[in-house]
């Protein structure tokens, strides 16, 4: 009987075919990067994965802990759309959380992505799919992809997609239990809204020394419930970077409104 990690290898030389198998617009298998399909993933620890019964029993996927307390589950709930805007610290740091958790995720036409910020935060690599180019239609490569990853990344390039595409593809995630995200563009209906704007830098007084943070101020929306806002900061400490909660305004030179 096949292992989770060694199942879960299946799972996406799968997806892999599929996509492969989109007419006339998509993208080869040559097209996804997947660090954990390597020699090393089959001496990962079978805890991690998230095929493994305690994890495939989670309802929600792990956030920056300041942010679980603004969300209404403590997490991003399992077979829910995610609209994500502004900081691309808030997606480094969804993807963070998620892999560093075991988990895993895909990142789908999001090539300016700093991978290297999210490293810093604590991703694991190992467990995040690259699909920079996915083609004329990334719609369909999320659709393949959310059968078998946990959170899916989804860059829309500026494109406003129908709200029967959308349903088809929001039932696919309901129906596996992952999770979402949609940023650069509009999604006709989601579950939750994250916007994340910088209000200044860390680091910096009177414009010298060099930047250690930021501030972000959140606001999170969910679909009935009233709007939630904190400041949040994120700051480099001993090598990693932290997310705390801000009591306090931005040390330094604030960002231009």
């Known amino acids: 009987m096949a292992g989770p990690v060694e ?3 299946d799972t996406i030389e799968q997806l892999r075919r599929r996509m492969a198998e ?3 617009r998509s993208v080869g298998p040559s097209r996804l990067s997947l660090a954990a399909l390597s020699h090393e993933q089959h001496s990962a620890d079978p805890q991690q994965s998230p095929t493994a019964p305690a994890a495939s029993a989670l309802r929600t996927l792990a956030v920056p802990g300041p942010l679980a307390e603004l969300l209404p589950h403590g997490g991003l709930a399992r077979g829910s759309t995610v609209h994500v805007s502004g900081a691309a610290a808030l997606r480094a740091g969804l993807i963070a959380s ?3 958790s075991g988990g895993w995720a ?8 700093g991978l290297l910020a999210a490293a810093e935060m604590g991703a694991d690599l190992r467990r995040c799919a690259l699909i920079p180019e996915p083609g004329q239609d990334p719609v369909a490569v999320a659709a393949v ?6 959170l899916v990344l989804l860059s829309l390039g500026g494109a406003d997609i129908p709200p029967s ?5 929001d039932a696919r995630v309901r129906r596996n239990g992952a999770v979402l995200i ?5 999604w006709p209906s989601v579950d939750l809204r994250l916007d994340a704007r910088v209000l200044g830098y860390r680091g910096l007084d009177a414009g010298r020394g060099r930047i250690t943070g930021i501030d972000l101020a959140f606001e999170v929306n ?3 419930q009233r709007p939630r806002r904190a400041t949040i900061a994120v700051a480099g400490r001993s090598g990693q970077v932290e997310w705390t909660t801000s009591h306090s305004g931005p040390v330094g030179l604030r960002a231009a409104q």
């Open 22 to 24: 989109i007419p006339a």
């Open 182 to 186: 949609v940023t650069d563009g509009r």
């Open 222 to 224: 969910a679909r009935g």
């Open 106 to 113: 895909a990142l789908i036409g999001s090539p300016r992505l």
């Open 145 to 150: 992809v959310v059968d078998g990853i946990d």
């Open 98 to 100: 998620v892999t560093g």
């Open 165 to 169: 595409r959308a349903r088809s593809v």
């Open 7 to 9: 199942s879960k290898a």
